[in-house]
């Protein structure tokens, strides 16, 4: 295959985000920007990367070499002084690596994460042997683009900035999103070339079309404006996530992913949802979740890395994290599976209940307002209303373990280390302090006393007195 070289520029401070993150590492559904990017250079063929980074260096390339290693190389552009300036540090670096590169160039912005890769991949064959090839749009409001000026045949001549524009060029609605093809030779000839006399000061790379279209045609490929939106604030960032978004959702959708509406359902890049598993308005799924055919996820869910299986219910506002919900099992409404929650086949975990680091055994149920934390709980136990697993005390976490068939009646503490045998009863009530034998029964409540005609004695003696 032959090379094609890609540069991605992020060396930007992204002012008008107003943030203390790097504008090219907010994140979008489950990823930051640059990754979008960076991702989808590298699946339109790019045979070598290189990340221009300037403002928050560090940082930036932390993230991008921890996704892509050495597939990707930096540039550093110390000093911004335009796009033109930014490329010309690309080019200086890869060269110095591997030497001068005449094949194309593929250069797209960081702040650009919703184009395709099959789209650059359009404009790669479109560009071909030619020196310069770009996407282009139409937009009803151009405010902040450069704007492309055709001539009488409607190719391109030049990119006016749009602080360089007169009132004409101005109005002009065919803009240019920052994506360009251009060949490595004529790429190293004008770069040189550039010069800062305009509006901003600065090396404009957008200054290249009017350079190309002197020795040959300029190739503009027309893209969907849903592709090409750039992000220089946190409106357009918003604007940006609905649409990846709903990019990740339509294709679940397609996939066979009962979706009930994909413009309210949210589920980050990496989730993987096998077809025929439902998905109800609102709900997220963040991180590596998987959710496996015919589980059922109800509205407001919120999973964040976990794993359902096949036929399992989570009915709705159920808060998950880093747990695994067995199949068939039935979860919430309003429960809470804190990290290390395993339920196995079958098991219930009702209403305002809450797990932490236990291992539920198959069939086993908790049904209503329930504690269970740092547990071990056995197959078909049952755990009654209002238990509490105290598993704290101050210093140290310990474990309760209920084994198969144990019954715990409702509002019961157990105090952790604590064993239930197995098939044993607990009794309503009772704050288990030592383990219960199999088999057998705890009490460990006050006895009630029943007092005869005593409550209208009472009464008698607290009525006022007028
Ligand atoms: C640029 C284009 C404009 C186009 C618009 C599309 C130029 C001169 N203008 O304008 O025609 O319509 O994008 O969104 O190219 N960057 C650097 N180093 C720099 C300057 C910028 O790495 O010295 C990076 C930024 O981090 C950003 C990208 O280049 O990712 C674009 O820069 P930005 O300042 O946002 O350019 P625009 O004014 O939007
Ligand atoms: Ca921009």
């Not at 002009?172 to 994506?179: I, T």
Request: charged letters at 25%; proline letters at 5%.
């Amino acid at each position: 295959m032959s090379e094609t070289v890609a540069v991605v520029l992020a060396a930007g401070k992204g002012t008008r985000m107003k943030s203390a993150t790097p504008k090219v590492l907010h994140r979008i559904a489950g990823r930051t920007m640059i990754e979008w990017a960076v991702d989808a250079v590298l699946e339109a063929g790019a045979t070598r990367a290189v990340v221009v980074v300037g403002h928050a260096r560090e940082e930036v390339e932390a993230v991008v070499s921890a996704r892509y290693g050495d597939r990707v190389a930096f540039a550093l552009q110390d000093d911004p002084r335009g796009t033109g300036h930014a490329v010309r540090c690309a080019v200086e670096a890869s060269e110095a690596r591997l030497g001068a590169f005449d094949g194309p160039v593929l250069i797209t912005m960081g702040d650009c994460p919703c184009v395709r890769p099959e789209t650059l991949r359009a404009l790669l064959e479109a560009t071909g042997e030619r020196p310069f090839g770009m996407m282009s749009s139409r937009l009803d409001d151009p405010r902040g683009y450069g704007r492309l000026i055709r001539n009488d045949a409607g190719d391109v001549v030049a990119i006016r900035e749009d602080k360089d524009c007169s009132a004409t060029e101005a109005a002009v609605r065919d803009v240019n999103p920052g994506l360009y093809v251009v060949r490595g030779d004529f790429l190293r000839k004008a770069l040189a070339e550039l010069r800062d006399d305009n509006a901003q000061g600065e090396l404009y790379l957008t200054d290249l079309a009017a350079t190309a279209a002197e020795a040959d045609r300029v190739v503009d490929v027309p893209g969907d404006l849903g592709e090409l939106l750039g992000v220089n604030d946190r409106e357009q960032l918003a604007t940006v996530t609905a649409v990846l978004r709903e990019r990740i959702t339509r294709a679940l959708a397609r996939g066979g992913v009962g979706i009930v509406d994909p413009a309210t359902t949210y589920v980050e890049v990496d989730c993987e949802v096998a077809p025929d598993a439902r998905l109800e308005p609102g709900v997220h799924l963040r991180g590596r979740c998987r959710v496996a055919a015919g589980a059922h996820v109800d509205v407001g869910c919120v999973l964040e890395n976990v794993e359902v299986e096949a036929g399992a219910y989570l009915k709705p506002y159920t808060v998950a994290t880093e747990s695994r919900i067995g199949p068939e099992a039935k979860v919430g409404p309003f429960a809470h599976l804190r990290p290390g929650s395993e339920l196995g086949p079958k098991v219930k975990v009702g209403n305002f209940c809450e797990t932490k680091k236990t291992r539920i055994g198959e069939g086993s149920s908790i049904g209503h307002l329930a504690y269970v934390g740092d547990g071990e709980i056995g197959a078909g136990v049952n755990v009654g209303a209002g238990v509490i697993f105290c598993n704290y005390d101050g210093y140290r976490k310990h474990v309760t373990t209920l084994e198969d068939g144990s019954f715990i009646g409702s509002d019961s503490q157990l105090v952790a280390p604590v064993t239930v045998g197995a098939g044993a009863y607990v009794a309503s009530g009772s704050t288990i302090t030592r383990d219960v034998p199999p088999d057998g029964l705890a009490v460990a409540r006050a006895k009630q006393a029943n007092k005869e005609g005593y409550a209208s004695r009472l009464r008698a003696r607290l009525k006022p007195k007028d």
